[in-house]
C-alpha cells in the first residue's frame, strides 16, 4: 500500500505541478479576453439564478442546478484547503486564490454555455449532458468524452465522497468523541436516503441546505472579522504585499515567497471551485433554461461565490487570527485552521464545526450525482443502480480507514478528468463566442435572458 501511494503521490505532483496551473489559469484568461469579460454580467447572472424558467426544457430549476453544483464545490476545500495554502504559501496564497477564482468565473461560463447547447435528452426525457457530450457531438471525439467520463466516475469516490466523509468522521471524533463506525453508518443512511430519488431529489436538498449553510457561515465569518477588527486591515495589506514581494511574509510567517504564494494559492483556488475541471457543467445540463447563456451566466455565478466570496472570507479570517494570537502554529492546513477558529471566544470552534459538517455532506451528495452521470453515459441507465450501492458503501469505508493514498489517487483522477474538459473548452472557443454574440452582445436579443 505504501508503495501504491508514493507511484500517486509522485504522480499527483507531476499532474498538479506548474504545467497544469499555467494551462488552467491560462485558460481562464484566454476565456475572459476571448467572450469579452464576462464577469462584468455578474450581477445579471445572480438574477437569473433566483428567477424561474419553469417553460424552459429541463428537469432542475436554475438555481436548483446552481445549489447542486455549489454543494459539491464548497467543500472542506473552502476552509481546510485555504489553510494549507496560507501555511505552505504564506498570506499572499489568499490573494492568489481570489484572483484565480476571479478569472474562473469565464471558465464556469463556458461550461455551463458547452453543457447546454449539447446535452441531451434519453428515452425517459430526461436531459443529460457535460463536457463528455460537448467532447463527443462539438468535437467528434468519443474517445475523450469516455475518458473524461471514467476518471469522473472514480473521481467521485475519492475528493466527492470518502475524503469528506473521513473528515465528518474525524471531527465527530476530535470534537463529541463519536465512533467513527457510528458516524459512517448514519452518514450512508441520510446520504441514500437523498440519492436514491435521483437528481431532483438531490437538487432539492441542495436548495434547502446549499444558500444556508453558505450565509451562516459568510454571517460567522463577519462576526470574527468585527471581534479581529484591529487586525484585519493589517491582514489585509500584509495578504496583498506578500503576494508579490520576493521576500519572507513578517507577523509569524515564514518562507513565503511570490513563488511559493502564487503556487499554492493558484492550486487551491483552482481546486477549491473546480472552473476547468468539467464536474459542474454536469448537472447544469439538466436546468431548467431557454438558451445556453442564460444557463451560462447563472453557473459562472458559483465560482463568485464559491472562490471570490467564502475562501477570499475564510483567507482574511485565518490570517487576521494568526496576527492576532501569534501562538498559532502554521504545521499544516488542518492544525492552523482549527487553532485559528478556536481562538475566537464562543463563535469560532461551533462556526469551524458546523462549515465543516454541511460542507462535507452536501459535497458527497453533489460528487455522487457527477459520477452517475458518467456511469450513465459509458454503460447506461441501469449501471447507475449499482453505483449508487457502490457509493454509499464508499461513504462508511471512508469514515473508518486511512485516506492517504485516496487523496493522492483523487488528485490525479480530478487533473486526468481536467485535460480532455479543457480541450473542448479551448477547441470549441468558436462556439462560446457565437452563442455569447447571438444571446448576449446583441441588446435587440435581451428578451431572451429576462
Request: aromatic share 10%.
Amino acid at each position: 500500500m505504501e508503495f501504491i501511494n508514493d507511484i500517486f503521490s509522485e504522480l499527483s505532483g507531476l499532474l498538479w505541478g506548474w504545467p497544469m496551473i499555467i494551462l488552467l489559469l491560462g485558460t481562464h484568461v484566454f476565456l475572459t479576453i476571448r467572450l469579452r469579460f464576462p464577469q462584468r454580467h455578474l450581477i445579471k447572472a445572480v438574477k437569473l439564478s433566483v428567477k424561474p424558467d419553469k417553460d424552459s426544457k429541463g428537469d432542475v430549476s436554475q438555481f436548483g442546478a446552481l445549489a447542486t453544483a455549489l454543494a459539491a464545490t464548497i467543500g472542506t476545500g473552502n476552509i481546510v484547503g485555504v489553510a494549507t495554502a496560507v501555511a505552505l504559501g504564506g498570506p499572499g496564497a489568499v490573494l492568489w486564490c481570489w484572483l484565480t477564482g476571479l478569472f474562473g468565473i469565464s471558465t464556469k461560463y463556458a461550461e455551463g454555455l458547452l453543457a447546454v447547447k449539447y446535452r441531451e435528452r434519453t428515452p425517459e426525457g430526461r436531459m443529460v449532458g457535460g463536457p463528455m457530450y460537448a467532447l463527443e457531438k462539438g468535437m467528434g471525439c468519443k474517445w475523450l468524452g469516455v475518458l473524461f467520463a471514467v476518471f469522473t466516475a472514480i473521481a467521485a469516490f475519492g475528493i466527492g465522497n470518502t475524503v469528506q466523509a473521513n473528515a465528518i468522521a474525524t471531527l465527530a471524533q476530535e470534537t463529541y468523541n463519536v465512533s467513527p463506525a457510528l458516524v459512517g453508518v448514519v452518514l450512508a443512511a441520510l446520504i441514500a436516503a437523498v440519492i436514491i430519488g435521483g437528481i431532483k431529489s438531490i437538487a432539492k436538498v441542495c436548495t434547502a441546505l446549499v444558500p444556508f449553510m453558505a450565509v451562516f457561515y459568510i454571517i460567522g465569518c463577519i462576526v470574527i472579522l468585527i471581534i479581529n477588527a484591529d487586525y484585519v486591515w493589517p491582514a489585509l495589506k500584509l495578504i496583498v504585499s506578500s503576494a508579490f514581494t520576493t521576500k519572507a511574509a513578517g507577523g509569524g510567517f515564514a518562507g513565503s515567497t511570490i513563488m511559493l504564494a502564487a503556487r499554492y494559492g493558484i492550486a487551491r483556488g483552482l481546486f477549491s471551485n473546480e472552473s476547468g475541471m468539467g464536474s459542474a457543467p454536469i448537472v447544469a445540463s439538466a436546468a431548467q433554461t431557454r438558451n445556453p447563456v442564460r444557463q451560462a451566466l447563472v453557473s459562472s455565478s458559483g465560482t463568485f461565490w464559491d472562490t471570490v466570496i467564502i475562501c477570499a472570507l475564510t483567507g482574511v479570517v485565518i490570517v487576521s487570527s494568526v496576527l492576532a494570537y501569534p501562538d498559532i502554529s502554521h504545521e499544516n492546513g488542518a492544525t492552523l485552521t482549527k487553532m485559528a477558529f478556536s481562538k475566537i471566544p464562543y463563535i469560532g470552534a461551533p462556526l469551524l464545526t458546523f462549515g465543516l459538517l454541511t460542507f462535507a455532506f452536501s459535497t458527497i451528495l453533489g460528487w455522487e450525482l457527477y459520477g452517475e452521470r458518467a456511469v450513465e453515459y459509458l454503460k447506461g441507465r441501469k449501471w447507475t443502480l449499482y453505483y449508487r450501492v457502490l457509493y454509499i458503501a464508499a461513504v462508511f469505508i471512508g469514515s473508518v480507514m486511512n485516506l492517504s493514498v485516496v487523496w493522492n489517487i483523487a488528485d490525479c483522477m480530478n487533473a486526468l478528468m481536467t485535460i480532455p474538459n479543457l480541450i473542448s473548452l479551448l477547441f470549441l472557443s468558436g462556439v462560446l463566442v457565437a452563442e455569447t454574440r447571438k444571446y448576449l452582445w446583441q441588446k435587440r436579443l435581451d428578451d431572451d435572458m429576462e
